[in-house]
């Protein structure tokens, strides 16, 4: 049962996040109220002006499938405060606004409907809730009607639209797991969705980690997650151009797999409910580049390769994918294999490889000299075991580090 409620996620490896609320129509990231102390009557009356005109969550979860992500994550309530959907213990909600309906409802429907999980992002933390605030800085009776109030918005979202797969939190800051009763919140969020994975960001260990803009795995046996956007920005920030390449992408993805994670990249759609066409060009390319090498992403495992100069390592069973993210020319020596290559191929093109073996190092000859695609070639090893390397015979440390012991 325990494998089969995780096994879809650590075969995805790729997500899409989803930063939106009202802080989209100011356009200056999701933290604008708190670093501009936008003071509260003036922040909630954005919610007037928020009529998402052109939300339609289909283009969206179409987007996921054409990038080859398997599994989109939505704020849902972000610091902001603000709710997608229409609650009944927080007036302060799409119902409410200028949309003047349930914008969750509809983005769960798209994705669904795609084929893909449903994610729902939670805030913790609440810069709209008086409670919040007076909890932490002292008032016991606030912090306790904080989270009874937190305890229901997060049963609402749990019994109002079916199976959700993923439960992401975030900003568990200034209240210990104890304060928020995270084990008993995460025991019914449990009861009501049996199949469903929670993250680790209410205090308590859950599911997986998640690592937040940068790829660190998590240590053998843990699931993880590196959370990281597009551009610099969680929120919609016009201003902000700086979109990682489609190049920067992969590496990123390749990065995350290797190490037996996934990779959950952001981006912010506008205040009309549009993902920006920049970041739309750039996540096509990548779904482009997974649609041949694919299969040296899904499903990746752990392994026993080191680092090499070639870039990193992703393997399934008895296979290496060496993602070349340096091209050496016509030719690429693997050191200290500890099985034998059967078959070398370059996947990028499907060309069969020359492959030279010794007890020290396989030669691989007929590479293009120059990258056969430009986002990043792959190499495909087929080995008699699972890929591992030992370099500890022929070049310990002491060799590399004389000064350090053996």
Same mark, same amino acid.
């Given at each position: 049962m325990e494998t089969q409620r995780t096994d879809w996620f650590e075969s995805a490896r790729f997500g899409m996040f989803l930063h939106w609320g009202l802080y989209a129509l100011l356009g200056r990231g999701e933290w604008v109220r708190n670093r501009e102390q936008v003071p509260a009557d003036e922040y909630a009356s954005l919610a007037d002006r928020f009529d998402p005109v052109d939300y339609d969550p289909r283009a969206w979860a179409q987007l996921a499938v054409e990038t080859g992500m398997k599994y989109v994550v939505l704020t849902t309530k972000h610091h902001e405060g603000f709710c997608l959907w229409d609650s009944k213990a927080c007036s302060f909600n799409a119902v409410n606004s200028g949309a003047k309906r349930d914008l969750l409802a509809e983005y769960v429907e798209a994705v669904r409907g795609a084929g893909l999980k449903v994610g729902f992002y939670y805030s913790l933390g609440d810069w709209h809730h008086p409670d919040w605030k007076a909890g932490y800085e002292g008032d016991t009776g606030a912090a306790d009607r904080f989270m009874d109030y937190t305890h229901e918005l997060v049963r609402e979202l749990m019994t109002g639209y079916g199976r959700i797969d993923i439960l992401w939190y975030d900003l568990p800051q200034n209240y210990s797991a104890a304060q928020w009763r995270s084990v008993d919140l995460n025991a019914k969020v449990r009861q009501l969705q049996p199949h469903i994975l929670i993250n680790?960001? =209410? /205090? !308590? !260990?859950?599911?997986?980690?998640?690592?937040?803009?940068?790829? !660190? =795995? =998590?240590?053998?046996? &843990? /699931?993880?997650?590196?959370? /990281? !956007?597009?551009? &610099?920005?969680w929120g919609y920030c016009p201003s902000d151009t700086d979109y990682k390449s489609p190049r920067e992408v992969v590496q990123s993805l390749a990065s995350a797999a290797a190490g037996g994670g996934n990779l959950l990249l952001n981006v912010g759609p506008d205040p009309a409910g549009r993902i920006p066409e920049p970041a739309q060009e750039v996540l096509r390319q990548v779904g482009g580049w997974l649609e041949t090498h694919g299969q040296a992403i899904y499903g990746s495992q752990r392994h026993g390769m080191s680092w090499n100069l070639w870039g990193p390592t992703t393997a399934r069973d008895n296979t290496a994918y060496l993602h070349l993210e340096r091209c050496f020319g016509d030719r690429l020596t693997v050191g200290a294999l500890t099985g034998r290559v059967e078959r070398a191929s370059l996947l990028t093109t499907g060309q069969a490889l020359r492959v030279e073996q010794d007890e020290c190092r396989a030669i691989l000859t007929g590479l293009p000299k120059e990258a056969a695609d430009p986002l990043m070639s792959v190499v495909k090893l087929e080995l008699d075991r699972p890929p591992a390397q030992d370099f500890t015979p022929s070049l310990g440390t002491a060799d590399i580090f004389p000064d350090l012991p053996a």
């Amino acid at each position: 049962m325990e494998t089969q409620r995780t096994d879809w996620f650590e075969s995805a490896r790729f997500g899409m996040f989803l930063h939106w609320g009202l802080y989209a129509l100011l356009g200056r990231g999701e933290w604008v109220r708190n670093r501009e102390q936008v003071p509260a009557d003036e922040y909630a009356s954005l919610a007037d002006r928020f009529d998402p005109v052109d939300y339609d969550p289909r283009a969206w979860a179409q987007l996921a499938v054409e990038t080859g992500m398997k599994y989109v994550v939505l704020t849902t309530k972000h610091h902001e405060g603000f709710c997608l959907w229409d609650s009944k213990a927080c007036s302060f909600n799409a119902v409410n606004s200028g949309a003047k309906r349930d914008l969750l409802a509809e983005y769960v429907e798209a994705v669904r409907g795609a084929g893909l999980k449903v994610g729902f992002y939670y805030s913790l933390g609440d810069w709209h809730h008086p409670d919040w605030k007076a909890g932490y800085e002292g008032d016991t009776g606030a912090a306790d009607r904080f989270m009874d109030y937190t305890h229901e918005l997060v049963r609402e979202l749990m019994t109002g639209y079916g199976r959700i797969d993923i439960l992401w939190y975030d900003l568990p800051q200034n209240y210990s797991a104890a304060q928020w009763r995270s084990v008993d919140l995460n025991a019914k969020v449990r009861q009501l969705q049996p199949h469903i994975l929670i993250n680790n960001r =209410a /205090m !308590t !260990t859950e599911d997986f980690a998640t690592p937040e803009q940068h790829i !660190t =795995a =998590a240590q053998a046996g &843990r /699931m993880w997650e590196s959370c /990281m !956007t597009l551009n &610099r920005s969680w929120g919609y920030c016009p201003s902000d151009t700086d979109y990682k390449s489609p190049r920067e992408v992969v590496q990123s993805l390749a990065s995350a797999a290797a190490g037996g994670g996934n990779l959950l990249l952001n981006v912010g759609p506008d205040p009309a409910g549009r993902i920006p066409e920049p970041a739309q060009e750039v996540l096509r390319q990548v779904g482009g580049w997974l649609e041949t090498h694919g299969q040296a992403i899904y499903g990746s495992q752990r392994h026993g390769m080191s680092w090499n100069l070639w870039g990193p390592t992703t393997a399934r069973d008895n296979t290496a994918y060496l993602h070349l993210e340096r091209c050496f020319g016509d030719r690429l020596t693997v050191g200290a294999l500890t099985g034998r290559v059967e078959r070398a191929s370059l996947l990028t093109t499907g060309q069969a490889l020359r492959v030279e073996q010794d007890e020290c190092r396989a030669i691989l000859t007929g590479l293009p000299k120059e990258a056969a695609d430009p986002l990043m070639s792959v190499v495909k090893l087929e080995l008699d075991r699972p890929p591992a390397q030992d370099f500890t015979p022929s070049l310990g440390t002491a060799d590399i580090f004389p000064d350090l012991p053996a």
